[in-house]
């Protein structure tokens, strides 16, 4: 199957990699030198089972593609120029695999076919140009964003449960949505705005700092009739804080490395959905001050 990963950073070079393993046929959309570097020497896999270099496709150019299906891994505030080149293209469906909500409405405004939704755990660290690593094994999940069966979920099963991937497509993704973004909300807001590891949530103020943001997350996702209690999202955020202590969130890395953040599709999410909520009061105290810290410090340095 040919599959095309747009967004060749660490998570899609990582995914890619292991697709092209897996037997299909890959395409990164990436940016140089690493896409020159993929084209000559192809990609160094780095995986606890052992090393593989592969020879995907690669190209800066995302427009005029066509495969079967396309995993779309960028940043969230690149989702627009995503949409906007793949619309150019012919797919039979495109896939988000990307941090914070809102990105799939982005994505079916312009795509001409079924658009899934996907979390994905797996660890990924791009060393530098053709060589990426596997942190950590973990699983990809995708499913329709509206929950229930997709249009075409073989599609989906076939690309990457036969595709060297630890993966299922499930029927619960709106669920599994609200989940991710509530530990997104606890783990990468609060660690860039800490300067911390994820370990560094497991007690003390920046704990409860973590803890009431998914609380406020969980609040506003059963205001939009999907089920999450305040005790499961409290409970993921402290599963991902404990096994991933030592980790950098990938927002810590943005803020360290002076880039523009996630925060928008993020703390920024549950605070405009909270506003939508009109037959009740659901206050998001901790991530409206996250949203707008985080903000004000991107407006400093000319991010946004």
């Not at 120029?81 to 039979?92: I, K, N, V, Y």
């Not at 069966?149 to 599994?176: F, H, Q, W």
């Not at 991710?180 to 007690?203: C, H, M, P, Y």
């Not at 939009?224 to 991933?244: F, G, K, P």
Request: overall charge negative; hydrophobic content about 40%.
């Amino acid at each position: 199957m040919r599959i095309v990963v747009y967004g060749a950073g660490s998570l899609g070079s990582l995914l890619g990699g292991l697709l092209q393993t897996g037997g299909h046929d890959v395409v990164l959309v990436g940016r140089d030198p690493h896409v020159t570097t993929v084209r000559s020497d192809g990609l160094r896999v780095e995986t606890p089972d052992g090393t593989e270099t592969v020879h995907p496709d690669a190209t800066t150019d995302g427009a005029d593609l066509t495969a079967e299906l396309a995993l779309v891994t960028v940043k969230a505030f690149d989702t627009d120029t995503a949409a906007a080149d793949l619309a150019t293209g012919t797919f039979d469906a495109v896939c988000s695999l990307q941090n914070g909500m809102g990105n799939e409405a982005t994505l079916a405004a312009e795509v001409d076919c079924p658009v899934y939704a996907g979390t994905v755990t797996y660890g990924a660290i791009l060393h530098k140009a053709g060589r990426v690593e596997c942190t950590g094994v973990g699983e990809v999940v995708v499913g329709s964003p509206e929950g229930g069966a997709g249009p075409v979920d073989d599609l989906l099963e076939r690309a990457l449960v036969g595709g060297n991937l630890a993966a299922a497509v499930v029927d619960d993704m709106p669920r599994r949505l609200w989940e991710k973004l509530a530990v997104n909300a606890g783990i990468n807001t609060v660690t860039a705005l800490t300067r911390s590891e994820n370990g560094a949530l497991l007690d003390g103020t920046a704990s409860g700092l973590a803890r009431d943001a998914a609380r406020e997350t969980a609040r506003v996702a059963r205001g939009h009739d999907v089920s999450l209690s305040n005790r499961e999202a409290v409970a993921a955020v402290e599963s991902v804080a404990e096994t991933t202590a030592a980790n950098t969130s990938s927002m810590l890395q943005d803020v360290e490395s002076g880039r523009r953040t996630e925060v928008d599709a993020i703390t920024g999410y549950v605070v405009d959905r909270a506003g939508e909520i009109r037959d009740a009061d659901v206050a998001v105290p901790v991530c409206e001050t996250t949203t707008r810290l985080l903000r004000a410090w991107e407006e400093a340095r000319g991010l946004r």
